[in-house]
């Protein structure tokens, strides 16, 4: 086959109408376009569903995703392969694709094995962490980049140091529209005689809508004929956490400033035909984004390209394209300048048209049929310079190239645990034991848990591990004694707390489920009163003895720090707990028995992870290397001769001098060791620690002593414990968190999902 063989089948992927959402409009427009420019080749898409129902797509969808399942995304890079796509074009947007900054998209992109072309549709200056990982694998498993403007190249240079040979600028792409009087369109929306001011796209307060209606009144004075129509549907996800809040909030405005006569919504989302008419109907359009970071915008493109004339704020994208007097820029929320823009193309009529024709002429350069040739010749590109640079063929994908096969989330004994009080402690089998009540330490793990689910996006929909997420925190609130500053622990079933306060260790399993909840939680009532419980349980911890309090302590500041970095409390108590443990260490560990403890007991690889998460902040010196010193001697002595993970049995522990008790297994350690070595990962990238997190988990899936799943994939529970002659056919709280924390930390690191070092884990 050579060079210039035409492709025969293209395949692209994003969202696709009829979901209501920008990328789902362009890749069902870019998709239209290429078609057209390759009438020869099946084009066809994959769509991301972002509920669980999905869409009623047209034939060209071929397959779906579910956003937040991981196992989607590897089952379509399977279709991809099978279907023999010449090309894959990706539509990238952080908040369509499921993990970490939408990391589950790159499970499929390591194992399709076609040319890749991905379109930035958002292009991060100052990306956080994780968001700057995605972008630098995103870069680095495409073929070639496509930008929609020349600022998104400049960021993609400077910021991420992509190489420029790899990058294609392509106009988004817009309907062809006649250049008409606006007056044409008028009469059918009636406003004949009337200047028509428009602002359209899905609305949320990012947009600046009341920037404009609070500049309507000086505009009004000068022209009072002016209506502005604010056209389309409150984006869904702000509907489904906020309701019409933020439209009803504008509506009340306009009332407020007595331009509710000149102001028009119409809350729906239009079809093309009908945003045709709209735009023509349009004088002026207005774009008042609130931030400099938008590399591109479909809405604006649409009308520019349309040949109307546009006072936007200064983003990026209107930058770009109002450059040479094709547009007028105001300042960002500043209502006098937009009314002082507005007037100045009201009052003078050539002006106006004069800018109509400079965007009209250069949107001719923006039509779909010109970009989806463009697209094609990126296509093309991105073929032949994958043969002079060939990947892996797929039949090599064995399983020591083939991406860690994790369980899929299953939520069920979870939700058949919990109630409206919160989470029961214990299970006869799968059936919940109202006779044991409910503890803290179980309801600060089912926290912790739900904010893991809910920044990752796995597990459950948003709203159900949101309902969840609350009534555990509820649950931790009225846990907190306020007069004592101490946390109860067991409540019976008929919500009647059965102590004064709880253990140590108990208390610091609150403050680590709060301090995950003030540095993790996305809801902002949540991350509220977790800060709040958080700094009024703090200050007990410095009274206690427990060695495990002061970790999960420790665990717990290291989250809180992540929203609350300056809080000098929580840093104090960091450097005071640290220099605790590391005094234990001192005074306890020796070359044979490198441990902060006579007696290695419970929960152990907690401590470890607590000196590595605070070695690094600016607690005591040292914190990192015992740390991992001590994570290393533990695995050591929690590796059976046959190699999968032993944990120190609960029937006796593990003392210096001692015999390591083998029995009962507790699922707690187990998870324990997963998340240690994780961070003993993040720390070090060490793949080392990735294997032991490896050994560590799959004890729960049947690599131990008795061979036997511990985890029960048809409950989603998981045993109490592996006893010498069985499984515990309990499935309490405790361990079935055990078991889905674990299973979320595994999810959540992007290094656990693939084969790294050495062929594998």
Not at 203 to 231: Q, R
Not at 349 to 361: C, F, I, M, Q, V
Not at 366 to 387: H, T
Not at 452 to 471: F, N, Q, R, V
Request: proline share 5%.
């Amino acid at each position: 086959m050579s060079d210039s063989t035409p492709l025969e089948r293209i395949a692209f992927l994003g969202g696709y109408l009829p979901r209501l959402c920008g990328i789902a409009t362009f890749t069902t427009d870019v998709c239209e376009a290429v078609a057209g420019a390759a009438p020869d080749a099946d084009c066809f898409t994959g769509a991301v569903n972002d509920r669980i129902e999905g869409y009623e797509y047209p034939p060209r969808v071929r397959f779906e995703l579910a956003q937040k399942d991981l196992n989607s995304y590897r089952r379509a890079a399977d279709f991809l392969n099978f279907s023999n796509a010449g090309v894959l074009c990706v539509q990238h947007e952080f908040g369509i694709y499921g993990g970490p900054a939408g990391s589950h998209l790159l499970a499929l992109l390591k194992e399709v094995r076609m040319p890749v072309v991905t379109t930035l549709h958002t292009i991060l200056r100052d990306p956080n962490e994780a968001q700057r990982k995605v972008m630098d694998e995103l870069i680095q498993r495409s073929d070639r980049l496509v930008v929609m403007s020349g600022k998104g190249r400049e960021i993609l240079l400077e910021t991420y140091r992509a190489p420029d040979a790899k990058i294609d600028i392509i106009a988004h792409g817009i309907p062809d529209m006649p250049f008409v009087d606006s007056g044409f369109y008028k009469e059918q929306f009636g406003v004949e005689g009337r200047q028509v001011l428009l602002t359209f796209g899905l609305l949320g307060p990012g947009k600046g809508i009341e920037y404009v209606i609070e500049a309507l009144p000086e505009i009004v004075k000068e022209h009072p004929d002016v209506v502005y129509l604010v056209l389309g549907a409150t984006h869904p996800h702000l509907v489904a956490r906020e309701g019409e809040t933020y439209r009803l909030g504008l509506e009340r405005l306009a009332e407020d400033l007595g331009v509710k006569e000149n102001v028009i919504f119409y809350n729906r989302f239009v079809s093309l035909e009908d945003l045709k008419e709209f735009i023509g109907a349009t004088d002026i359009y207005l774009t008042t984004y609130v931030n400099e970071a938008q590399i591109t915008s479909g809405t604006l493109a649409y009308v520019f390209g349309a040949g109307k004339a546009v006072v936007s704020t200064p983003y990026w994208h209107a930058q770009e394209l109002l450059a040479d007097d094709r547009g007028t820029l105001v300042p960002f929320r500043d209502p006098p300048a937009i009314a002082k823009a507005v007037c100045a193309y009201l009052d003078d009529p050539e002006r106006l048209l004069a800018t109509r024709e400079r965007a009209y002429a250069l949107g001719r350069e923006m039509l779909w049929p010109v970009v989806g040739r463009k697209y094609l010749d990126s296509f093309m590109r991105a073929r032949r310079e994958r043969r002079t640079k060939p990947r892996s063929a797929f039949a090599q994908w064995t399983l020591a190239t083939r991406p860690y096969d994790l369980p899929p989330v299953r939520l069920d004994h979870l939700v058949r645990m919990s109630d409206g009080t919160g989470m029961l402690q214990h299970a006869t089998f799968n059936v919940p034991n109202y006779d044991e009540g409910y503890c803290t330490d179980d309801n600060a793990r089912a926290y912790i848990l739900c904010d893991l689910l809910d920044e990752s996006g796995g597990g459950s929909p948003s709203d159900k591990l949101d309902h969840l997420a609350t009534s555990y925190l509820a649950f931790l609130s009225a846990a907190l004694n306020r007069e004592t500053g101490r946390f109860r622990n067991f409540m019976s079933h008929g919500r009647v707390w059965l102590e004064a306060h709880g253990s140590e260790d108990s208390h610091g399993r609150a403050l680590w489920a709060l301090g995950t909840g003030a540095g993790r939680s996305r809801n902002p009532g949540h991350r509220k009163l977790a800060s709040l419980l958080f700094d009024r349980g703090l200050g007990a911890v410095g009274g206690f003895i427990s060695p495990r309090a002061w970790a999960f302590t420790l665990l717990g500041i290291h989250e809180y720090l992540l929203g609350n970095p300056h809080k000098a409390q929580a840093r104090e108590m960091r450097t005071l707990l640290t220099e605790r443990l590391l005094t234990l260490w001192r005074e306890c560990a020796t070359d044979n028995w490198p441990w902060f403890e006579p007696c290695a007991t419970y929960d152990n690889a907690r401590i470890c992870q607590a000196l590595i998460l605070s070695a690094q902040g600016e607690a005591a010196s040292g914190a990192m290397e015992v740390g991992l010193k001590s994570l290393s001697w533990l695995a050591s002595v929690q590796k059976a001769p046959a190699g999968h993970f032993r944990p120190i049995g609960s029937n006796g522990f593990y003392a210096r001098d001692g015999a390591h008790a083998d029995f009962d297994q507790q699922p707690v350690e187990a998870q324990a060791m997963v998340s240690a070595c994780l961070d003993a990962f993040r720390a070090t990238q060490d793949p080392a620690w990735l294997r032991e997190a490896k050994r560590a988990f799959e004890w729960f899936l049947g690599r131990n002593d008795l061979r036997l799943p511990v985890y029960d994939a048809s409950t989603g529970g998981c045993g109490d414990g592996l006893h010498v002659d069985r499984i515990s056919e309990n499935q309490g709280a405790e361990s079935t968190l055990a078991f889905h924390l674990a299973l979320a930390e595994m999810s959540e690191s992007e290094f656990v999902v693939r084969h790294t070092v050495g062929g594998g884990l």
